[in-house]
Structures are given as C-alpha cells and as structure tokens.
C-alpha cells in the first residue's frame, strides 16, 4: 500500500470542531492523503477544506450508519477518525461492522470511552486508584450545596464534553441556580471542586495502542486570559485572585514539561486507552489534579501537529502500517489562535451531496 492510496474519512467538520483540527492534521502530515469530510450541515467550513465532502444525517439517526458507509464504499475509505462525541461513540459502538469491510475506526475501545463519560464515576474510579483529583458530588437538588467544603465550585454536566454547560459558582445562590440550570435542561449535573491556579493549567494528549504501548505524549500549558480561550473570568472577595474557566479553545505554550507528560500516560494507561486521550489538568501543591478526561483526540491536535506531534497521523500510520515512530522532538515554543473567515458561494453549498 502505498502513501497516495490512503483515505481518511474524517466526521463533524464544522467550524472551530475538533474534526476541522483533525483534518489540519491530516493536511500537515508528511504523507499523502485523501480526505473526505462530511457533516451533518452543509454550511460547516470544514468541508471547504477538501473537494471530497458529504451532508449527512446527524449520528442519532438510523440513517446515520448507512450514509457513513456508502461514502466510504464511494470513496474507497480506509480509516474514519470521528470528529464529534456522538460519532465517536457510534463509531466506537460499530468497529467491528467496519473492521469487517477492512475498514480502520480511530477510537478507543466503546469501554474506555464509558468509563471517561461518566465524570461521577470517573472521580471515583480515580480515588479508588489512588490518584488524586477533584472532589465531585452529584447536584440531586438544592439542599446538595450544603455539602459544598469551599468556594468557589464548578458546576458542569455529568456526561459529555468540552466547555459547553460549564459554570463557575461562588456562593451557595449561583450553585442553586447553576444546578437547577442544567437539571430544567435535562442534563445531570455534578459539583466539582475547583482546584489551583490558572495560570498552571495544562493539557495533556496521550497515544496508546495494543494493550498499553505508549506511541506519544504532549502537553501544552494554557493561555486562559485571551478573550478566544476564555469562557468565564471572576474574581474573588476583595478581588484577590482571579478564577477562570476556559473556553475549550486551547492555545499555550509547548515544551518538555516531564512531570505534568508522565502523570498523564499513567492516568490513560489505568483507563485501559487504546487510542488518543486527552486530559486537562492543573499543576498544584497536591500534585497533578485531572479534572477533565476527554477519550478522543483533542481541540488542540492542529496546535500539536504544528509543532511536530501529529497523532492522527501516527495513529493512522501505526494502524495500517505497524509503524512506530520515536517519540517525536517536538519544537518548544508558543501557538496563538485566531478566527479566520472564508467566503462560500451559495452555489458551492447546493453543490454538496448529501447522503
């Protein structure tokens, strides 16, 4: 098989998605590849970054299933990397309906994503290990705060992912009202403590593969104040210290940072990765605390690809080939985010087939 045969079929591709990263990905790999993109509207960006692209139906759909496999039957796919959390889940659920057309699915195992989806169950299952986190407890109603130790907390849905639904409370009121938010809109919600500085937060990308064989690990410490990165900024009484919750579009700074890299190939390999996980944690006195686990790739793998650890392409390479590269010698520096706009004809948007 040769480089120029590859084709990717990469999922949810709209603007600023976690898809759109991994086809930066993809575009900056030393090999060649085909990419097909499709997702679910027809005025996602991330479609106009390749000529192969596809509208197809939401992943709750029963239709969904059978749209992804005749583009990869048109297409000739070899490898589909999900690009949002109901397709990854979907597709980590059926590997083995795509294995058997000899097609490669680049996600964990359905179990390990279970196990990272629950964050209650998570936390416990982390102090059941011995690693130390944030305490969490589950908002049942509004008599839960009085369990609350310190503010300020971080109220946040129990399943699921990214900075969607994140909120930071300071006092009993704002957990009532931030608990009592997510349970009208029919997410669970737990309280998490808030922990360390944000000016020590890191995120983490880990590579396992084959039972516990470590392909890579990065980290990149955050630049939370950037209005981009930002989702809530507070201060405490007398404004002695600021609080803040990023907004899920990372940006910092790379370098070795060997401490924060091993506690985070410890916390994938105890979740039985097989597969890219991605951790997001602050360095603290009490050690590094997890407080986010993500088992996927991450919103910042076009930020690592540019400075020289492009997981996709590992991956991918690692799955089809067997090939195992050395722990890539990354640059050490800073990567700084923008927006960026593009301009779209209505013509070209009608142009797109959907199936």
């Known amino acids: 098989m040769n480089d120029s045969d590859v084709c990717v079929l990469v999922t949810g591709v709209g603007g600023g998605s976690l898809g759109r990263e991994i086809i930066k990905a993809f575009k900056m790999a030393p090999h060649n590849y085909k990419i097909v993109a499709t997702d679910a509207s027809a005025k996602s960006v991330g479609l106009f970054e390749t000529s192969h692209r596809y509208v197809v139906p939401e992943a709750s759909s029963e239709k969904y299933l059978h749209s992804i496999q005749d583009i990869c039957s048109q297409e000739k796919v070899q490898v589909i990397v999900p690009g949002s959390e109901p397709e990854t889940e979907i597709m980590a659920k059926n590997k083995k309906l795509f294995s058997e057309k000899n097609i490669t699915v680049l996600t964990n195992p359905w179990e390990t994503i279970q196990k990272c989806n629950d964050k209650l169950n998570l936390a416990n299952f982390f102090s059941s290990k011995g690693i130390a986190c944030p305490k969490s407890i589950l908002f049942e109603n509004e008599a839960t705060v009085k369990q609350i130790e310190r503010y300020p907390v971080v109220i946040k ?131 590094i605390l997890p407080f986010e686990i993500n088992p996927r790739f991450s919103g910042t793998t076009g930020s690592r690809s540019l400075v020289g650890c492009n997981e996709p392409d590992i991956l991918c390479r690692y799955r089809l080939f067997g090939e195992i590269p050395p722990q890539p010698h990354y640059k050490v520096g800073f990567v700084l985010r923008d927006l960026q706009e593009r301009f779209i004809t209505q013509d070209d948007i009608r142009k797109i087939p959907k199936i």
């Open 157 to 287: 849905p129990r399943s699921g992912a990214g900075s969607r639904n994140v909120f930071l409370a300071h006092d009993e009121n704002e957990a009532k009202f931030f608990g009592n938010y997510l349970l009208k809109h029919g997410s669970e919600a737990i309280i998490q403590e808030y922990v360390g500085d944000y000016e020590a937060e890191y995120t983490i990308g880990i590579l396992y593969a084959d039972n516990g064989k470590l392909v890579t690990s990065i980290a990149m410490k955050r630049l939370l104040e950037g209005g981009l990165s930002t989702r809530q900024i507070t201060k405490g009484q007398n404004n002695e210290k600021k609080y803040v919750i990023s907004s899920g579009i990372s940006q910092g700074e790379f370098n070795e940072f060997n401490e924060v890299r091993r506690a985070g190939e410890d916390i994938a390999k105890i979740l039985d990765a097989d597969g890219p996980i991605n951790i997001q944690c602050r360095k603290t006195k009490d050690g």
